[in-house]
């Protein structure tokens, strides 16, 4: 089953290069991957929600958000699976970028994009949700175009940013706005 999984992550890979990949597109998602290095656009993007009231609590649930989905696929599950990166597998798929220090598995970028545009989305109007989950999905699809990840790993990281967005999302609103606001948290029997 693993073997049929791997063969078909990687025949996506190479269906990506031969069909969709255009010299005239390469800059672009070179430019969109780079966003996601080190969840610096979101961590940039949550700093500047901090300063105002009305986002603070957007920057809070991001970057609490950001922090979960790290430990979970940095810490954890890139350690555990240990996938080696398609473009050391594949020996058709070229690489466009530089290459990664870690494991493939799960995408840190996808995850950091997921887990921060879920955020906001919880805690921001759609004008702002809405944009920023489009841009996670570009950053997601970017790694994929450039051949740093396979398509597995790009939907655990999704799967697990979409969960660490929900619950940075709820254990901000929980514990720190909820609690600022002299409202109680509710009592368990």
Not at 53 to 75: D, E, P, Q, W, Y
Not at 111 to 134: E, K, N, T, V
Not at 146 to 168: E, K, S, T
Request: hydrophobic share 50%.
């Amino acid at each position: 089953m693993l073997e049929l999984l791997q063969e078909l992550d990687g025949n996506i890979l190479l269906f990506i290069q031969e069909h969709i990949r255009q010299p005239w597109m390469d800059g672009f998602w070179k430019a969109v991957t780079h966003l996601g290095d080190a969840g610096l656009f979101w961590i940039i993007l949550a700093g500047i929600f901090l300063f105002f009231r009305k986002s603070r609590k957007a920057g809070v649930s991001a970057l609490a958000a950001m922090g979960i989905g790290a430990l979970i696929t940095n810490a954890a599950l890139k350690l555990l699976v240990a996938r080696i990166r398609p473009y050391d597998m594949i020996g058709e798929l070229v690489l466009m970028i530089e290459r990664q220090p870690d494991f493939s598995f799960p995408s840190g970028h996808t995850c950091a994009s997921f887990a921060a545009a879920c955020a906001i989305c919880h805690s921001m109007p759609r004008r702002w949700g809405i944009p920023c989950l489009i841009l996670a999905c570009l950053i997601s699809f970017s790694r994929l175009y450039v051949g740093v990840h396979y398509p597995g790993d790009v939907l655990a990281g999704a799967l697990i940013g979409v969960f660490a967005g929900w619950a940075g999302w709820k254990i901000t609103d929980r514990f720190i706005f909820r609690s600022s606001s002299g409202e109680q948290p509710p009592q368990t029997p």
